[in-house]
Structure formats: structure tokens, C-alpha cells
């Protein structure tokens, strides 16, 4: 069952924490969230899911920034969200599709207990100007059955701003020999 905007209302500073909030953002069954002046891009060409892929942070002008087709930018949300006992997920917005933008590449799926500020990996179909502080997605709650484990991953969890593939830290370390 997924939550209906009024009764994230209602949770919220309980069970549901969005911050900043701001009743303007409120859909019929979620909540649009912003996106943060701050992108990450990758540097290399070819990334390596077994290593950390160094990246250069940009900002978004207040003219806009022009993204281009085939590169890969990682923003993040300007809220931070955390919902305890409901499955928070995120999707795009029809306004935001319409002009061929991604907002997020088959991870829209959050963890209960997750907290932090969403990373969005953001790619276009043509190149398309896009500004800081537009609601650039949306994130809705789903009612979660049977008991869970805490989330406690050390890879996302309390992010404090945008993060690049963490993937690598799940490989064994690198053996040298001699
Ligand atoms: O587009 C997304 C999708 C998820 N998340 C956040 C919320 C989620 O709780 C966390 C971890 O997501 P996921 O479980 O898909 O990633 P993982 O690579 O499996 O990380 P972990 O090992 O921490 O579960 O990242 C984002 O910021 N952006």
C-alpha cells in the first residue's frame, strides 16, 4: 500500500522525516524533492566497478547547465529523507521525462531506516538545460509487511552530499606480489 500524500503528512517527525519540508510539495501519494547545485562526473571514459572512479565536482550555473547525451551526472537531492517501518522509493516526474532526463538508472529503491540525501544519477536523451532547486523527482512510501533488520550500511547511509559508486568496497582487497 503505498501512502497517500495526506498521511505523509501526518507521519511526518514520526515515522517519516523530510527536511526541509514544504506542504507545496506534496502529491496525491508523494513528495517532489529537489535537486542540489552540486554534480559529480566521472573523469575516466571507462569505469572500473573495482575501483574508486575518480570524478570532478560542478556546479550548476544560475543560467542552467546544458547536459549532454552518453555522460553520466550524479546530483543529489537538496532534502534528506528517512522513513522508519515504510520502504521509500523514488521515481521521476512525468514534466521531467517528458523532456527526456533520468533521474535515476534502476536504483529507485531505498532502504527502511535510510537516511540521507538521495544521490540521483542523471542522464538525457538530447541535450536539455536543467536548473538548480527545480523538483527534479518524486519520492513516495510503501507499508512494508513482517519485521526487518536495521539498515546499517556503511557505504550510503547519512550521506552528508553526493556520492560516486561505492561498488569497489565490496571487492577483496587487492593482494600484492612479489
Ligand atoms: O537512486 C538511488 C537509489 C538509492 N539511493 C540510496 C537509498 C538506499 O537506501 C541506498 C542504498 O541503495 P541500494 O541498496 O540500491 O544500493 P547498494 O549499492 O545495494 O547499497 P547497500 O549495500 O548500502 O544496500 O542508496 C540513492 O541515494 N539513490
New binding site residues.
Given amino acids: 500500500m503505498i501512502l497517500s500524500g495526506k498521511e505523509i503528512k501526518k507521519k511526518l517527525g514520526k515515522e517519516i522525516h523530510i527536511a526541509p519540508f514544504n506542504e507545496a510539495q506534496l502529491n496525491p501519494n508523494s513528495y517532489n524533492l529537489r535537486l542540489h547545485q552540486e554534480l559529480l562526473v566521472y573523469e575516466n571514459q571507462v569505469l572500473d566497478m573495482k575501483e574508486p572512479n575518480p570524478y570532478r565536482r560542478i556546479q550548476i550555473p544560475e543560467e542552467g547547465l546544458v547536459l549532454q547525451p552518453g555522460e553520466l551526472y550524479l546530483g543529489?537531492t537538496i532534502e534528506t529523507t528517512r522513513a522508519d517501518c515504510y520502504v521509500?522509493m523514488?521515481e521521476g516526474r512525468s514534466s521531467v521525462g517528458r523532456l527526456g532526463i533520468f533521474?535515476?538508472?534502476t536504483?529507485?529503491?531505498?532502504?527502511v531506516g535510510?537516511n540521507?540525501?538521495?544521490?540521483?544519477?542523471i542522464a538525457c536523451i538530447k541535450p536539455v538545460r536543467i536548473y538548480a532547486g527545480v523538483e527534479i523527482c518524486q519520492i513516495y512510501f510503501s507499508e512494508l509487511q513482517g519485521a526487518y533488520t536495521a539498515?546499517n550500511?556503511?557505504?550510503?547511509?547519512n550521506?552528508n552530499g553526493v556520492?560516486p559508486?561505492?561498488?569497489y568496497t565490496?571487492f577483496a582487497p587487492k593482494v600484492e606480489h612479489s
Fill in positions: 543529489r521509500p523514488l533521474i535515476h538508472i536504483a529507485g529503491l531505498g532502504h535510510a540521507g540525501y538521495w544521490t540521483l544519477e539498515y550500511s556503511k557505504k550510503y547511509h550521506n556520492q559508486s561505492l561498488m565490496e
